[in-house]
């Protein structure tokens, strides 16, 4: 073997094994990136004829569980224009109550449905697992409801979407 | 808890770079101040055509078995006056993670994959075998993913939710800069290792949104340095 006396080879020969401890060094951490705003809701738009309006009833929003119990998703909603709805994960069709108590006292029930594709949506092993969704449909009995239509399908991380609008026969 | 191990990940990996990028001045200051034949045609009598050699990964191999993923991974180069080095990498990455302990989720993927580049000896003395090297590549992978979770609970609703997708087709075109080293040990047997960043050249994760282990490069997000250690023999 041919021994190089420059001083690259001098360096060079142990640097091989100094690259094993580099090597251990890499794999050594690893980090964690789950997104931090990891919320997946449906956000909706309280409107009237003239765009966004303020709600001055007070709302309240329930369903039903797999067992038949109610729960309730929204509570005294009021005096705001917007509100976000939990979706189901995996349910084609989510039914949801809607009660409206008017400034007058009277109380109104209408039922919604909304149809919707759920995506599996996966970050990594090391976060949870999420479902995104699209909206397909929405439909709803018309007691405190005007009418409910989809301006945005896409359900996702993003709280900045709005994807439905709302339209209450009580606003004025 | 999570939060502070991110954080403690977070400064680790900036020291971990700055390492990195240490070493990488060091090399480049003593390329600059000896290296005066950096992608300069060395005048001798060395024939243009050196011959072929292969190399084994064996930073991949030791992954695969320590962990969850890996890849096995062969090259082939051809040495053009020990200058110019063209190389085939071919390797079959995999991982298998199963049920993980928090999040519950199964991630499995085994795929082939290719790498294609070239590397340039940047000493100043060329022929003596033992080689500094700075070199491109360019890496594509098509794979297919499994991911799924046992049956949970929705929150709401409490109905019982499967989650997960089969089969799902991805693929993955990537560049990687790398600096190594390459050191004639006994005979025809070299050993060296080299440094690699990886940056993602164009995509497909499937409908999931993103694939966590691609096969040769890597885990996604988590770093963008890769690593090899190579066996090298000249035939």
Redesign the interface.
């Known amino acids: 073997?041919?021994i190089?006396k420059?001083?690259?080879?001098k360096?060079?020969?142990p640097?091989?094994?100094g690259?094993?401890g580099?090597?251990l060094?890499?794999?050594?951490?690893?980090?964690?990136?789950c997104p931090v705003q990891n919320t997946v809701a449906t956000y909706y738009s309280v409107r009237d004829a003239s765009g966004e309006a303020t709600l001055n009833d007070t709302l309240w929003v329930l369903?039903r569980?797999?067992?038949g119990s109610d729960?309730l998703?929204l509570n005294r909603f009021t005096g705001q224009s917007a509100f976000s709805l939990?979706v189901?994960?995996?349910?084609p069709e989510?039914t949801l109550l809607f009660v409206v108590a008017d400034t007058a006292g009277i109380w109104t029930l209408d039922t919604l449905w909304l149809k919707k594709d759920d995506?599996?949506?996966?970050?990594?092993?090391?976060?949870?697992?999420h479902?995104?969704h699209r909206l397909t449909d929405v439909r709803c009995t018309h007691n405190g409801i005007d009418s409910v239509s989809i301006v945005n399908p896409t359900v996702n991380y993003d709280p900045n979407t709005t994807h439905l609008y709302i339209y209450f026969r009580s606003e004025k | 808890m999570?939060i502070q191990?991110?954080k403690k990940?977070?400064i680790?990996?900036r020291r971990?770079r700055t390492?990195v990028i240490m070493?990488i001045t060091y090399h480049l200051s003593?390329l600059t101040s000896?290296a005066q034949g950096f992608l300069k045609w060395e005048p001798d009598t060395v024939p243009f055509f050196r011959g072929v050699a292969v190399s084994f990964d064996v930073?991949g191999v030791l992954?695969r078995k320590l962990?969850d993923y890996g890849q096995y991974e062969a090259a082939m180069r051809i040495n053009l006056h020990d200058q110019y080095f063209p190389t085939l990498e071919l390797g079959y990455g995999e991982a298998v993670?199963e049920n993980?302990e928090?999040?519950?989720?199964?991630?499995r993927t085994k795929a082939p994959y290719m790498r294609l580049g070239v590397d340039v000896n940047v000493?100043?003395?060329k022929h003596?075998?033992?080689?500094?090297f700075a070199g491109l590549r360019y890496g594509f992978t098509s794979y297919k993913v499994d991911?799924d979770?046992m049956p949970?609970p929705?929150?709401?609703?409490?109905?019982e939710?499967?989650?997960?997708?089969k089969d799902e087709k991805c693929n993955q075109h990537w560049a990687e800069v790398l600096l190594g080293?390459d050191?004639?040990?006994?005979?025809p047997l070299h050993?060296?290792?080299s440094?690699r960043y990886r940056r993602r050249l164009a995509h497909n994760d499937g409908?999931?949104?993103?694939a966590?282990y691609v096969p040769g490069y890597g885990?996604?997000?988590?770093?963008r340095?890769g690593?090899t250690?190579n066996a090298t023999i000249d035939l």
């Open positions: 073997m041919i190089n420059s001083f690259f080879a360096l060079i020969k640097l091989p094994w690259g094993v580099v090597g060094f890499l794999y050594a951490c690893s980090s964690i990136d369903t569980r797999c067992d729960t998703l939990p189901s994960y995996s349910h989510d995506i599996p949506h996966f970050e990594s092993v090391d976060c949870s697992a479902f995104f | 999570i191990y991110m990940c977070d680790r990996k971990l390492i070493l003593l000896s930073a992954q962990s993670h993980d928090v999040t519950g989720i199964t991630y000493m100043k003395r003596t075998g033992n080689r500094i991911m979770r949970f929705d929150p709401v609703w409490q109905w939710t499967s989650f997960g997708v080293i050191a004639k040990v006994l005979g050993l060296g290792w440094v409908r999931p949104g993103k966590w885990i996604q997000e988590s770093t340095l690593y250690f």
